[in-house]
């Protein structure tokens, strides 16, 4: 086959596919930043309570383009995984101020 014809096979990437990811990536992120998993670079576990944030907001602003987009259960996966960011945020937030 030709590269043309195998290209023209391709289906196209969704936006939602890619958003996606990027809750994936964040979440995975915010839980680095709070110290829960160690760092996807560096191997190390630190904690950085101001990045952690902004990471459990962008996944949380991202998960509202997807919603409208999901089943009953994907709703309540992500709803869940936001949730367990805020809770852990706020539990380790207590123990740094403590």
Not at 42 to 54: I, Q
Not at 61 to 71: G, K, R, S
Not at 79 to 95: P, S, W
């Amino acid at each position: 086959m030709s590269e043309d014809s195998t290209q023209g096979e391709k289906e196209h990437v969704s936006v939602y596919t890619v958003i996606m990811a990027m809750v994936d990536q964040m979440s995975a992120i915010a839980w680095q930043k709070m110290g829960l998993q160690p760092d996807m670079f560096t191997g190390n576990v630190a904690v950085d309570l101001s990045e952690a944030k902004v990471a459990i907001d962008v996944t949380t602003h991202l998960a509202t383009f997807l919603e409208p987009h999901l089943d009953e259960d994907d709703k309540r996966r992500l709803g869940n995984l936001i949730r367990d960011l805020r809770v852990n945020f706020v539990g380790i937030g207590k123990e740094a101020n403590a």
